[in-house]
């Protein structure tokens, strides 16, 4: 019987990284050169729903936004905020999204420590009344992590000021807001002491080279398992890989993931194959003079090629 998938990759990555012991390893990893700053179990769980009203004047607008993961470590009466987010695509307001997530979070406390002193009427001074904080009241630190799991570099700004338009002489007067960003392309330098983050990188990063042999060697005689398997089929988005793995599953074996890996192996192989041949196809007719209609058409009829993803062949190599 045919399983039904409904696994949504979004959910399966927020769930592999809401475990505590991956959570800290990454941050501590990518930020603070693998010393252990963020413990697992110092981890809390904090609401990742930061929508809010702003209100400026008599105009009210409402801001929502749900952020991926959101952890709190607490260290004696004060605490730290650690924001996690996955994106699959380059986006070229990636550091504005940051900004305004982390300004939200900001907002939140300052609306809970408000409300707390107006209730309370913990002030002394007019000051202190207007602005709904007393002289001593501080916001606590926001810190926010951006996972790219995407095939190309990316190209995108890394800050706010990269995305601004401004003479030179301007720029020092700007406030700017950086991105922390990972690539996972590009984490080969990166050692995680947590196997589960090791194996999915150095998996995603041999699919994406076409590195068939690290491939081979990172599954080979090695039992994964059937969650690391979900993430990387909706990491390189491959609904086979999710299919292969949750038949694995059903059968019991959830243990070995072998099976899923080989089979994807060989279907990777064949489609690089394919291309192989599509390429030299439209280089052949581009050497003879065809026009691109017929080599469309040619396309379409030999390779069993949909229109738009024709089109695209021809424009990757034409």
């Not at 019987?1 to 501590?28: C, E, G, H, S, Y």
């Not at 050169?33 to 209100?55: F, H, Q, R």
């Not at 000051?127 to 916001?139: A, I």
Request: proline share 3%; hydrophobic share 35%; charged share 30%.
């Amino acid at each position: 019987m045919a399983i039904k998938n409904n696994v949504k990759p979004d959910t399966v990555l927020k769930t592999f990284w809401k475990n505590n012991q991956r959570f800290a390893d990454l941050f501590n990893t990518v930020l603070f050169e693998g010393n252990p700053i963020l413990k697992p179990n110092d981890l809390k769980e904090v609401d990742t729903d930061v929508s809010s009203i702003i209100k400026f004047n008599n105009h009210a607008d409402t801001v929502q936004r749900i952020l991926d993961v959101v952890r709190k470590t607490a260290y004696g009466i004060d605490f730290i905020i650690w924001s996690l987010e996955n994106q699959e695509n380059i986006h070229y307001a990636m550091p504005l999204r940051h900004m305004v997530a982390d300004s939200l979070i900001y907002l939140k406390e300052y609306n809970e420590i408000t409300t707390k002193n107006r209730n309370g009427k913990n002030f002394d001074t007019s000051d202190e009344f207007l602005s709904g904080l007393q002289k001593g009241d501080r916001l606590h630190p926001v810190i926010s992590l951006c996972i790219y799991y995407g095939k190309e570099d990316w190209d995108g700004p890394f800050n706010l000021v990269d995305m601004l338009i401004m003479p030179e002489y301007l720029k020092p007067l700007v406030s700017d807001y950086k991105m922390n960003l990972i690539q996972v392309r590009k984490s080969e330098d990166l050692c995680f002491k947590d196997q589960d983050i090791n194996n999915l990188f150095e998996l995603i990063r041999s699919i994406y080279n076409k590195d068939y042999n690290s491939f081979q060697r990172m599954y080979k005689n090695k039992e994964l398992s059937t969650e690391l398997g979900l993430t990387l089929g909706s990491v390189v988005n491959s609904q086979r890989i999710i299919n292969q793995v949750l038949a694995v599953k059903e059968k019991g074996s959830d243990s070995n993931m072998t099976d899923p890996f080989e089979e994807m192996l060989e279907e990777m192989k064949k489609q690089e194959g394919k291309k192989a041949k599509i390429e030299g196809t439209i280089h052949t007719c581009k050497k003879f003079h065809i026009t691109q209609e017929e080599t469309l058409k040619n396309l379409i009829e030999e390779f069993t090629l949909s229109e738009d993803k024709a089109k695209e062949y021809i424009k990757m190599y034409w």
